[in-house]
């Protein structure tokens, strides 16, 4: 790793708007020196626009990019987002949430774990100090029922497969073939730690809070669990 190694941060958004001046604001002050890529799948809302005007007004537009899908899917844009960091050849790859439910404060802890050695570093909401405010208590069941189904089924070793907050290596992402991985939504996530796992990768949980976003609407159902849940008995079956 070298001593000042340049960084993307990938944020992927659908009807943002009352979110991402914030975000882009908040990333910005944690790591100055990183570029921004903002993943839009076309939200109506003018979420694009925004991100524009934002890099214009700061003078970023060379490191505040939005690049927009006609697709719709969180997996996808996360694979667009890694693809972009791999063909740009940065360093490291830091993916979080676009509705302020992942404080960007922590990317500086996340980008330090993977300069210390590990070649993934997972925001994680399941460890020590590790917190959720905001949620009723059926969504924590069905987010803990997902992790614990991951875990076990897939020997992940970590806590929190399914959430979005992480560091990557991009070298180690650069192995996996990201278009072979039909994953979609939030069962992406889990996907990508798995073949990561089994490429050797190295793990660190960092403990971060997870506060439920105000603005805007909740991308994770019961749907979307669903589908979480059913990629992991597929996945498992490839290992069997």
């Not at 970023?60 to 740009?88: F, H, N």
Request: aromatic share 8%.
């Amino acid at each position: 790793m070298p001593p000042n190694p340049r960084i993307l941060v990938g944020v992927c958004t659908y009807n943002e708007a009352g979110n991402i001046e914030s975000l882009l604001t908040r990333i910005s002050d944690a790591l100055p020196t990183a570029d921004i890529l903002v993943v839009d799948d076309n939200s109506p809302d003018g979420t694009a626009n925004q991100v524009d005007q934002f890099a214009q007004a700061k003078g970023r537009a060379d490191s505040i990019r939005c690049l927009i899908r006609e697709q719709r899917g969180l997996g996808g844009a996360i694979r667009a987002a890694m693809m972009a960091a791999i063909d740009g050849r940065y360093d490291l790859f830091c993916n979080l949430d676009a509705d302020l439910s992942h404080d960007p404060a922590d990317l500086p802890r996340l980008v330090a774990a993977v300069e210390h050695g590990c070649d993934v570093a997972v925001g994680s909401r399941y460890v020590a100090d590790g917190e959720i405010v905001g949620w009723p208590l059926r969504r924590k069941w069905m987010s803990r029922w997902i992790n614990l189904i991951a875990r076990r089924r897939l020997g992940l070793p970590v806590k929190d497969a399914s959430g979005s907050f992480r560091c990557y290596r991009v070298s180690k992402l650069a192995e996996l073939d990201l278009d072979n991985q039909p994953s979609e939504g939030y069962s992406f996530l889990q996907e990508v730690l798995l073949k990561l796992h089994q490429h050797g990768a190295t793990f660190k949980e960092v403990p971060i809070t997870f506060t439920e976003r105000t603005v805007g609407d909740s991308k994770l159902d019961f749907r979307e669990a669903v589908r979480s849940g059913w990629t992991v008995f597929r996945l498992q079956s490839k290992r069997s």
